[in-house]
């Protein structure tokens, strides 16, 4: 018989799963190694430093792109004085320390403003090759570091001159809190700008100046450290569970002081889209590092569970060891039984009675292979045709039921039951304060987000002649294509009135002084359209208006770690979110609505985030909520990010732990079905068709063929039976080609054995003629 065939195999896989089962129960579920920071606020340290290199990416990406389109404008213009276009450029974005225009061939300055911008770093490599005009850092003399811009003004006939403009690199305009650090640093671990907390007061000084000169260290440290990991591979270096970010993050810990442990969260700048378009900050080489302290985990009432995961691995090696005992007693036993008795009466030995098993199937064969053994013989068939079928035919379905009896007393607890979690898990404080912070750095984001389009637009409509709408209409298509943010542009005249459009269809605009400048309608069309509108120099009540993408907001609230996402207006009625919504839907939650109602209280001279962990039930909740504040033609019009997730999405221990409880139950009732299926499928059914087969060759049937389907046990009997129904057909074929004669009157001799020579028997002689009388 083949090595995997037969009732052997399963039932021995069936042990082995069992044991590897218990010991992997006893690994996740037993004494845990102690970790001394959580996993959740290790991940929530990762994502906190994504979140500000997305934020940095994004802002110097911004300068980039906002300095090539101002240029580009004044090419398509024919050009212009180097101090016009300075001046234009400082009135529509204030984002530059100082900008200036060069001959790029002498070195020659036409005009700068602010700050001066060295030209010693300007050479071959910087103007040509493939890198050529692509953003670089520079120190100045005075040891600070600048990020130097770079793009070309070709007008009309005139020379090439070189646009300069440089500017800060600062840590991302996160909230970070009381006693968080951040820093900027270059692939050589220098670090080119950092943030630390707040100062201290007076009470209490000293020990707080201990703290923030550790935390000072450990961030210089770390930032060392996260430097050298970031040098690696995105694919090879990401850390299991930072999908979604197309960089290199992960974290790191390092000392601790007074009971607190620094944890740091680490990202590089990368393309907000593996798949989009480069990001010239993704090639700059940085790295944004994110310091905590935190307070060690200490053990707690989820430690009293650890002892439940070694009795569970103890059951189920017993309940396990115990079906498979019952399938080896009720199963395999007969069945190697029948093929032994089966072979040997096979073979020719009949001097002994089969040794019939108690119950089920093997006990039908069992009865059916005596009764051929009696007709062999010679003794009659023992009992008569379709005797025995009344029995109680439980069968090996009986063991197979109990073994998964025994299998499901562990599996439905275990599952089920075992590590269960309500609603006064422990959440450590920091993942709210965490929660709070990344989402009021979404709403910061979402806020320059529109900021920018309202400037961008500003830009636009200075070079729009809106007595010429054929031109303008040019305008606005290329407009369109060089700002993805727009579904629409279009220009209104005082009446309401549209002079030029490109895109899709407008929607009324109104230049009421009561008015934001970017405002959100379409209530009655059932989707948001959020416009930002500006003036167009020169045309008294003509407004350029552009109509944001609702995809595009999306697009920015979608963070990991962060759970839903969405953006309400000033009467919380949701105008974008992460994750689909209804358009003008209330929030669902009154604790939600209550927490962005709380944003409206000013602490200090602007609106504050707010976080909160919210307890219903069994159901626990990490929810938070940051109005727009921090400046801009936005901050005012009242919109909202809120941001709520499901504690159980963290990586607690008290939800790992019943996480694990349900997938060992899941892999113990699985094994269950594979191994039990297998039984069922190679001998119990095979051995309920041989019961009936056995028992019709047993009645007399010998003209039905028997096939074994598998060679395994159950296929050895059956090839047995085929065997002794051969036989008996040749017994039954030499039986009915003797002659019919009287019986003798002395005793039957007896039969011989299958397979042994008959004795020649005596012909009756024949009376000779004349012999006798009449």
């Known amino acids: 018989?083949?090595?995997?065939?037969?009732?052997?195999?399963?039932?021995?896989?069936?042990?082995?799963?069992?044991?590897?089962?218990?010991?992997?129960?006893?690994?996740?579920?037993?004494?845990?190694?102690?970790?001394?920071?959580?996993?959740?606020?290790?991940?929530?340290?990762?994502?906190?430093?994504?979140?500000?290199?997305?934020?940095?990416?994004?802002?110097?990406?911004?300068?980039?792109?906002?300095?090539?389109?101002?240029?580009?404008?004044?090419?398509?213009?024919?050009?212009?004085?180097?101090?016009?276009?300075?001046s234009d450029l400082g009135r529509t974005y204030q984002k530059w320390t100082g900008t200036t225009v060069v001959d790029p061939e002498s070195g020659e300055v036409f005009a700068a403003r602010g700050e001066t911008i060295p030209l010693g770093w300007l050479d071959e490599d910087v103007l040509t090759g493939e890198h050529a005009l692509t953003p670089r850092m520079v120190r100045l003399e005075t040891g600070d570091v600048r990020l130097m811009t770079m793009t070309v003004l070709d007008g009309k006939g005139g020379p090439q001159r070189l646009l300069i403009a440089s500017s800060g690199l600062s840590v991302p305009a996160v909230d970070l809190g009381p006693v968080r650090g951040m820093a900027v640093v270059t692939r050589d671990g220098e670090v080119l700008a950092a943030e630390g907390p707040?100062?201290?007061?007076?009470?209490?000084?000293?020990?707080?100046?201990?703290?923030?000169?550790?935390?000072?260290?450990?961030?210089?440290?770390?930032?060392?450290?996260?430097?050298?990991?970031?040098?690696?591979?995105?694919?090879?270096?990401?850390?299991?569970?930072?999908?979604?970010?197309?960089?290199?993050?992960?974290?790191?810990?390092?000392?601790?002081?007074?009971?607190?442990?620094?944890?740091?969260?680490?990202?590089?700048?990368?393309?907000?889209?593996?798949?989009?378009?480069?990001?010239?900050?993704?090639?700059?080489?940085?790295?944004?590092?994110?310091?905590?302290?935190v307070d060690r985990q200490q053990g707690g009432a989820d430690t009293d569970r650890e002892p439940y995961g070694l009795l569970a691995a103890g059951a189920l090696v017993v309940l396990g060891l115990?079906?498979?005992?019952?399938?080896?007693?009720?199963?395999?036993?007969?069945?190697?039984?029948?093929?032994?008795?089966?072979?040997?009466?096979?073979?020719?030995?009949?001097?002994?009675?089969?040794?019939?098993?108690?119950?089920?199937?093997?006990?039908?064969?069992?009865?059916?292979?005596?009764?051929?053994?009696?007709?062999?013989?010679?003794?009659?068939?023992?009992?008569?045709?379709?005797?025995?079928?009344?029995?109680?035919?439980?069968?090996?379905?009986?063991?197979?039921?109990?073994?998964?009896?025994?299998?499901?007393?562990?599996?439905?607890?275990?599952?089920?039951?075992?590590?269960?979690?309500?609603?006064?898990?422990?959440?450590?404080?920091?993942?709210?304060?965490?929660?709070?912070?990344?989402?009021?750095?979404?709403?910061?984001?979402?806020?320059?987000?529109?900021?920018?389009?309202?400037?961008?637009?500003?830009?636009?409509?200075?070079?729009?002649?809106?007595?010429?709408?054929?031109?303008?209409?040019?305008?606005?298509?290329?407009?369109?294509?060089?700002?993805?943010?727009?579904?629409?542009?279009?220009?209104?005249?005082?009446?309401?009135?549209?002079?030029?459009?490109?895109?899709?269809?407008?929607?009324?605009?109104?230049?009421?002084?009561?008015?934001?400048?970017?405002?959100?309608?379409?209530?009655?069309?059932?989707?948001?359209?959020?416009?930002?509108?500006?003036?167009?120099?020169?045309?008294?009540?003509?407004?350029?208006?552009?109509?944001?993408?609702?995809?595009?907001?999306?697009?920015?609230?979608?963070?990991?770690?962060?759970?839903?996402?969405r953006v309400v207006d000033a009467d919380a009625r949701t105008v974008a979110a992460d994750d689909g919504f209804l358009a003008f839907e209330e929030l669902p939650d009154d604790a939600l609505r209550d927490l962005v109602r709380a944003g409206d209280v000013r602490a200090g001279a602007a609106r504050a985030a707010n976080g909160l962990l919210l307890r219903d039930g069994g159901d626990v909740t990490v929810a938070a909520a940051a109005p727009f504040s921090g400046g801009g033609v936005t901050s005012g019009i009242g919109w909202t990010v809120v941001s709520s997730q499901d504690a159980g999405r963290f990586a607690i221990a008290a939800y790992e732990r019943e996480d694990r409880s349900v997938l060992v139950g899941m892999l113990g009732l699985a094994a269950a079905v594979v191994c039990l299926g297998w039984v069922h499928l190679v001998v119990a059914r095979p051995l309920r068709a041989l019961a009936t087969s056995a028992e019709r060759l047993a009645d007399g049937d010998l003209g039905t063929v028997h096939h074994p389907r598998y060679q395994d046990e159950v296929g050895a009997v059956v090839r047995s039976l085929e065997v002794l129904r051969r036989q008996l057909r040749a017994r039954r074929h030499d039986q009915a080609r003797r002659p019919a004669e009287p019986e003798p009157a002395g005793p039957r001799p007896a039969e011989p054995r299958p397979g042994e020579p008959r004795s020649a028997e005596p012909r009756p002689a024949e009376p000779r003629p004349g012999a006798g009388g009449r």
């Not at 051929?372 to 009344?390: F, I, K, Q």
């Open 1 to 86: 018989m083949p090595l995997l065939g037969g009732v052997r195999p399963p039932i021995a896989v069936l042990c082995l799963l069992v044991v590897a089962l218990a010991g992997l129960t006893a690994k996740v579920l037993g004494p845990s190694d102690g970790a001394v920071v959580s996993e959740a606020v290790l991940a929530s340290q990762r994502h906190f430093a994504e979140d500000g290199a997305v934020a940095l990416r994004a802002s110097i990406d911004e300068r980039v792109t906002d300095l090539r389109r101002t240029a580009a404008a004044w090419n398509a213009r024919g050009g212009g004085e180097p101090e016009r276009v300075l």
């Open 198 to 293: 707040e100062q201290a007061g007076a009470a209490g000084a000293d020990r707080e100046r201990a703290e923030r000169t550790f935390l000072r260290e450990q961030l210089s440290r770390l930032s060392e450290r996260a430097a050298e990991r970031t040098g690696e591979h995105p694919v090879s270096a990401r850390e299991p569970g930072s999908r979604g970010y197309p960089g290199v993050s992960g974290t790191l810990l390092g000392d601790d002081h007074d009971g607190r442990i620094a944890t740091a969260g680490y990202a590089s700048l990368a393309s907000s889209d593996p798949e989009g378009k480069a990001s010239a900050a993704a090639g700059l080489g940085l790295t944004v590092v994110a310091v905590l302290p």
């Open 322 to 565: 115990a079906a498979a005992a019952v399938l080896w007693a009720g199963v395999q036993r007969p069945l190697l039984r029948l093929f032994l008795e089966s072979r040997r009466l096979a073979r020719g030995d009949l001097s002994r009675p089969v040794a019939v098993p108690r119950w089920g199937e093997a006990a039908r064969i069992g009865a059916a292979l005596e009764r051929l053994r009696g007709r062999l013989t010679g003794a009659g068939g023992g009992e008569a045709p379709g005797a025995g079928r009344g029995r109680v035919r439980l069968g090996v379905r009986v063991p197979l039921a109990v073994a998964a009896v025994l299998l499901l007393l562990w599996c439905a607890p275990v599952g089920l039951l075992l590590n269960r979690t309500d609603g006064s898990v422990d959440v450590p404080a920091v993942l709210v304060d965490d929660q709070r912070d990344r989402t009021g750095a979404i709403a910061d984001r979402v806020r320059r987000a529109l900021d920018e389009a309202r400037t961008d637009l500003v830009s636009v409509s200075r070079t729009i002649d809106a007595g010429d709408p054929g031109s303008a209409g040019t305008l606005l298509t290329d407009a369109l294509e060089a700002h993805p943010r727009y579904r629409a542009l279009y220009v209104v005249d005082a009446g309401g009135g549209v002079v030029a459009r490109a895109g899709g269809d407008p929607h009324d605009w109104s230049d009421d002084e009561g008015l934001p400048p970017v405002r959100v309608s379409g209530e009655d069309d059932g989707k948001p359209v959020i416009q930002a509108g500006a003036p167009v120099p020169g045309h008294e009540g003509t407004t350029l208006v552009g109509e944001v993408r609702v995809e595009f907001l999306n697009s920015l609230l979608d963070r990991p770690g962060l759970g839903e996402v």
